[in-house]
């Protein structure tokens, strides 16, 4: 298997088990080993009292996508720590993206930049992620672990950038 099929094949049953991220209406939009884009639409009953998209919900995503990115090796891992600032309030109908980069992974220790778009291309949120690993397998038939992303993901998370700072 090589991997990506192991990215893929790990980000399949985690989607399948995670109530909460299909619950919401996120969607799994690309994984690759250390990278993954998940995208969620901003319904109505998202808004808070200002009528803007409640941020627990906007970090909701971006967890996620920190989630299977930093999971794609079929590692278990759960995140050591995490924070966000919210650059602009997101309204209601706005499509959101969030993309998660690993940028370093070392031992059991890991650092991902999650990156969260609404629809148009604004930046919304950047959420700096560090994760911590327990080295169990979730499928005993799915073995192996890189260290950085691949090259190809690594190619479309610099091309997001770029449209980003345009």
Do not use: W
């Not at 939009?29 to 998209?53: K, S, T, W």
């Not at 990115?69 to 050591?80: D, E, F, G, L, Q």
């Not at 950047?126 to 911590?132: E, K, M, N, R």
């Amino acid at each position: 298997m090589t991997p990506q099929e192991l990215a893929e094949a790990t980000a399949k049953a985690m989607y399948e088990a995670d109530a909460c991220t299909r619950a919401l209406g996120i969607e799994l939009i690309e994984v690759c080993p250390g990278y993954a884009r998940l995208q969620m639409d901003v319904h109505p009953d998202f808004l808070n009292g200002h009528a803007i998209c409640h941020g627990g919900l906007m970090f909701t995503l971006a967890d996620s996508a920190f989630a299977f990115a930093c999971n794609s090796y079929n590692i278990s891992t759960v995140a050591a720590g995490c924070s966000i600032e919210f650059l602009r309030p997101v309204k209601g109908g706005d499509r959101l993206t969030a993309e998660a980069i690993e940028q370093t992974l070392s031992g059991r220790t890991g650092i991902y930049d999650i990156r969260r778009d609404e629809s148009g291309g604004r930046a919304g949120g950047d959420v700096p992620g560090q994760i911590g690993t327990d080295q169990r397998h979730r499928d005993p038939r799915l073995t192996g672990r890189l260290h950085v992303a691949d090259a190809a993901c690594k190619g479309r998370a610099a091309q997001s950038a770029s449209r980003r700072q345009q």
